[in-house]
């Protein structure tokens, strides 16, 4: 996003993707590596590198801009892991539920 910070852009996903708001971290977790796919017919794709951020989540909305194309769904940090293919983003991902503070009750406890 052009004349954003990595973290805000970070922030403004959270918000489109899954309905999220809160407060992010400046400071990134870490980053990770994958292809993301363009074109499946004539198999094109692009090698994309990520920064993943924390953000405090403070509330979640029932209506969002992508809550007709995305199902918003909480898991342990063990299952979220488990859940995606790339091995560097599965590590960030254990590593941070390995090192976060207990959720307040508006979120599962120890979930991500």
Do not use: N
Request: aromatic fraction near 8%.
């Amino acid at each position: 996003m052009k004349d954003r910070s990595f973290a805000e852009a970070a922030r403004i996903e959270a918000w489109e993707e899954a309905g999220v708001t809160g407060t992010i971290s400046e400071t990134a977790l870490g980053q990770y590596a994958y292809d993301k796919v363009i074109c499946r017919e004539a198999d094109l794709a692009q090698a994309c590198e990520v920064e993943v951020f924390a953000l405090k989540v403070a509330s979640l909305a029932r209506k969002y801009p992508e809550h007709r194309q995305r199902r918003r769904k909480w898991f342990s940090p063990e299952k979220a892991a488990r859940k995606v293919d790339e091995p560097e983003l599965r590590q960030l991902i254990l590593d941070f539920g390995a090192a976060a503070p207990a959720a307040d009750a508006s979120m599962p406890e120890g979930h991500i």
